[in-house]
């Protein structure tokens, strides 16, 4: 298994410009998750997944979109690039046998480096 | 809310040392909890987690311990390696499996 992969690894955006960070996992986990995480700082939740065709706003959503058209599939767009959001992008993935809420170990991609100039 | 408070870094040990990282929670109900380690240049990765109260967790030498008494889940670990240098987070699911991460805890470990 190849667990979470994440492309690109780093990306140079101008002002308003749009992108897709591409995520995909092979554990076929119904969970998935998109953080971000600023120098010097923990993870923010940017959205998550519960599930294909279900995705539900996090901590700090403004100015990202998702979409989870499938189990392996989590791309997270941006729409009109701004300096805030250079960061680190961290997709993750996990398992839920219940209804609601996945107590299971999140599994990480290796993120990538967003620089917006 | 559920959250998570983890003591502040850095933390700079000599090798050999003995480590320990605070993190009390506040949460309803008895969520599993876990601590995740992040090295330099990667992504996250789970360390260990206990789902239950008094259950110990341990995983290359590091340990921690469930305390539903004191709501607390410090790290510890006997003796650090150069190769331990890395930041620790400290993090529980809400009830509907969002993660509460802690600010994160640099340790650098020194020859």
């Known amino acids: 298994n190849a667990g979470v992969t994440q492309t690109p690894k780093f990306r140079i955006l101008k002002i308003g410009q749009s992108m897709t960070l591409q995520c995909a996992q092979d554990m076929n986990h119904n969970y998935m998750y998109w953080y971000r995480q600023d120098p010097g700082m923990g993870l923010k939740l940017i959205y998550y997944?519960?599930?294909?065709?279900?995705?539900d706003k996090g901590e700090v959503p403004n100015g990202y979109n998702v979409s989870r058209s499938t189990t392996e599939d989590f791309p997270l767009r941006l729409e009109l690039a701004a300096p805030s959001q250079t960061s680190v992008y961290f997709c993750a993935s996990s398992y839920s046998s219940g209804r609601q809420g996945s107590q299971e170990t999140q599994y990480f991609g290796p993120g990538t480096r967003l620089l917006v100039l | 809310g559920d959250s998570v408070t983890q003591m502040e870094g850095p933390v700079t040990l000599s090798e050999e040392a003995f480590l320990t990282i605070n993190c009390t929670y506040t949460a309803t109900g008895y969520p599993s909890l876990f601590w995740y380690v992040q090295y330099p240049g990667e992504g996250l990765q789970l360390l260990l987690k206990?789902?239950?109260?008094?259950d110990k967790g341990s995983n290359k030498g590091f340990e921690a311990t469930y305390r539903k008494e004191t709501t607390s889940f410090h790290l510890e670990k006997g003796s650090v390696q150069v190769s331990d240098s890395a930041v620790y987070f400290c993090a529980l699911p809400d009830s509907w499996g969002k993660l509460q991460f802690g600010a994160g805890t640099q340790v650098v470990v020194t020859p």
């Open positions: 997944s519960v599930g294909a065709g279900i995705t």
């Open positions: 206990a789902t239950k109260a008094d």
